[in-house]
């Protein structure tokens, strides 16, 4: 049950991913990077660190890049909580 609940959240993000500014975009993608991780760390039964360093693995995967794809910019983290929009790769 728990899983068909996480796939329609991360479909909801995915679907509405088309009217979103890039900072909400990377939100998106930290949280479902962030599931994502959760989501394996349970599949492997791991420990309640390695649960942790997962989610956060994720996340961070997740936000990386944010697509803008009106301008065919990427919003990438900085490092500092900001992020700076450049060409993308």
């Not at 728990?2 to 796939?7: C, D, P």
């Not at 991913?17 to 760390?41: H, I, K, P, Y």
């Not at 660190?49 to 794809?69: C, D, H, M, S, Y």
């Not at 900001?82 to 790769?89: E, K, L």
């Amino acid at each position: 049950m728990k899983s068909l609940i996480l796939i329609a959240v991360v479909t909801t993000f995915g679907l509405s991913a088309c009217t979103m500014t890039s900072n909400e975009r990377a939100v998106a993608g930290g949280l479902a990077g962030a599931a994502g991780g959760l989501v394996l760390a349970n599949a492997l039964d791991a420990n309640p660190n390695w649960t942790i360093l997962a989610a956060l693995g994720g996340a961070a995967a997740g936000a990386l890049v944010a697509r803008n794809t009106r301008t065919g910019e990427c919003a990438y983290s900085d490092g500092r909580g900001g992020y700076v929009a450049r060409r993308c790769r």
